[in-house]
């Protein structure tokens, strides 16, 4: 699976729409983006995921790039909840791939002030 | 979505005795994977829990010390043998269908060996 590269922290005023980065510039064709967060003291949670349009749902927007060597994860409105670290991987899925686990980097602290 | 719990949420175990933890998915699922995340670090990838055959092992994790079993497609146990200091993590089940869907995370078990 590709490396990820993500900013380590990150502040955020409640409110306000967060941006967080994701490098991958050696995915490959077959590789999805994923975001995945954890809150202090819980499991990791699935945000969204995509290949190469852009995503949304309920949660947040995935925007990746043209050349999908890069992503951004967009919560529109953030609350102080959404206090956590955000991680994003890249999959491969298709002819060899699908069965492994998630191979999970640092991630990007994100902390939402009030 | 899965809705995953696991048994014991918490426990403190002796040096040299060792700690079955159970993993319960709410719906059948094609995959299930175990992860450990050790005091401040990202989740790692110990194993896919494979029904009716021998668990599949990451580099650095053997089945002799993480012994894994997966009766059917919604219940699985990971066994911590023989801990040490070293073991204490906190240990993360994850469930999904495979293919580029997404996995969902149990609460995680908290161990600690004195």
């Known amino acids: 699976d590709a490396k990820t590269t993500q900013p380590p922290s990150m502040d955020c005023a409640e409110g306000r729409a967060a941006n967080l980065p994701c490098n991958h510039s050696?995915?490959?064709?077959?590789?999805?983006v994923y975001w995945y967060r954890q809150i202090h003291s819980q499991g990791p949670q699935y945000i969204i995921h995509?290949?190469?349009?852009?995503e949304t749902n309920e949660m947040a927007s995935l925007i990746i790039t043209e050349d999908r060597k890069s992503s951004t994860l967009i919560l529109p409105h953030a609350t102080l909840r959404d206090t956590a670290v955000y991680y994003c991987?890249?999959?491969?899925w298709g002819a060899g791939g699908g069965a492994d686990g998630l191979t999970f980097g640092k991630g990007t602290h994100l902390i939402i002030q009030p | 979505s899965a809705v995953i719990s696991q048994k014991p949420s918490r426990d403190i175990c002796q040096r040299g005795t060792s700690l079955t933890i159970q993993c319960q998915v709410d719906?059948?699922?094609?995959?299930m994977f175990w992860y450990r995340q050790q005091p401040g670090q990202s989740l790692t990838l110990i194993a896919t829990?494979?029904?009716?055959?021998?668990?599949?092992?990451e580099s650095g994790f053997v089945i002799d010390k993480f012994p894994i079993s997966r009766p059917n497609l919604t219940f699985s146990t990971l066994t911590v043998s023989n801990m040490s200091p070293e073991d204490s993590s906190i240990y993360l089940c994850?469930?999904?269908?495979?293919?580029?869907?997404?996995?969902?995370f149990g609460p995680g078990t908290r161990l600690t060996v004195t």
């Open positions: 994850s469930a999904g269908q495979g293919g580029p869907y997404e996995q969902y």
């Open positions: 719906s059948q699922v094609t995959m």
């Open positions: 829990a494979n029904q009716g055959s021998e668990a599949t092992y």
């Open positions: 050696t995915i490959s064709g077959n590789e999805y």
């Open positions: 995509g290949l190469k349009n852009n």
């Open positions: 991987i890249v999959r491969v």
